[in-house]
């Protein structure tokens, strides 16, 4: 009977413990219209065709998580999505979320390493979202929207184009088209080169 009562106030004490620990926060949710620009799960992956030269390149994501973020100064909560993205000439960690104490406003923030021409390595900024045509950050601003456009004879509808205000930032990227629940379905360098999508595959 001793041992009973001794494991059942273990057992109280554990679960007090673990109430007391328990992460009550409200954490800001990502917007599902921001995420469905670039976001997608784990094996999803693009097929893309340089229009000079005929060549194709392919990535897919190897890594997809979500996570929650608090600034202790400000005593706000959000969320952050990261995501790694690997391909034959092209490698990029990523990470959006929404901007800590302003849940109106979403930025995409995309830290990216190419290795390609001329061996540009680089960081910058790749979407905005809420989109609009003349919205700016840092480096770059969105350039246009299309309501349907068509890449390599297949229509894309809901697509927002990024476009990069300098080239002395070491991007090679001149300007990207983010097409909403597809990905990047074309990309255009400071080379001349110029990569459209092809095919693509979205896991569930």
């Known amino acids: 009977m001793k041992k009973l009562f001794l494991l059942s106030l273990l057992l109280v004490s554990l679960t007090a413990m673990w109430c007391k620990k328990s992460d009550t926060t409200f954490y800001t949710p990502l ?14 992956w693009w097929v893309y065709k340089e ?8 990535f897919y ?3 997809y998580s979500i996570q929650n973020i608090f600034d202790k100064k400000t005593k706000s909560a959000g969320q952050s ?4 993205i690997i391909g034959n000439s092209y490698h990029s960690w990523g990470t959006g979320g929404s901007l800590l104490g302003n849940v109106d406003s979403i930025q995409y923030l ?7 021409v001329n061996g540009f390595n680089y960081s910058s900024e790749r979407f905005l ?5 003349g919205k700016k950050r840092t480096i770059i601003n969105i350039s246009s929207h299309f309501v349907s456009i068509n890449i390599q004879g297949s229509f894309y509808h809901d697509v927002y184009v990024t ?4 080239q002395a930032y070491l991007n090679p990227i001149k300007s990207e088209y983010y097409c909403k629940n597809v990905g990047v379905i074309r990309r255009e360098f400071y080379d001349g080169t110029i990569w459209e999508l092809t095919k693509y595959h979205l896991n569930k």
Do not use: C, H, M, R
């Open 110 to 116: 995309y830290s990216d390493n190419y290795y390609g």
């Open 61 to 63: 994501v190897q890594a």
């Open 129 to 133: 979202y809420p989109a609009w045509p």
């Open 163 to 166: 476009a990069y205000t300098y």
């Open 81 to 84: 999505a990261s995501y790694e």
């Open 31 to 44: 917007s599902q219209e921001f995420l469905s620009y670039f976001a997608f799960p784990t094996g999803s």
């Open 51 to 58: 229009i000079n030269t005929g060549k194709t390149d392919s």
